[in-house]
């Protein structure tokens, strides 16, 4: 891990330390960062989703069988053998 120096504002810092439970500076900061960066993973995974469902993808999951289709036949007898 590489050391840096940065200005951290303290309050927000504590205020993390806080909400996180960390004890440690740098527990804090990797933490916040780590959680940050998973926040908007899932925000843009959600809005590439959100998107799909705009463009119409996923209209064919509204007729079950499209998706999962029905292996005894058409009036729900099974198959002969």
Do not use: C, H, W
């Amino acid at each position: 891990m590489t050391k840096k120096l940065i200005d951290i504002d303290e309050e927000a810092l504590a205020a993390a330390a806080e909400l996180y439970g960390t004890d440690t500076m740098k527990d804090t900061v990797n933490t916040a960062l780590a959680e940050a960066t998973a926040v908007l993973r899932r925000r843009r995974a959600l809005s590439r989703l959100r998107q799909r469902a705009l463009e119409g993808q996923f209209d064919d999951m509204y007729d079950k069988n499209t998706y999962r289709p029905n292996p005894a036949g058409a009036d729900g007898r099974a198959a002969a053998s």
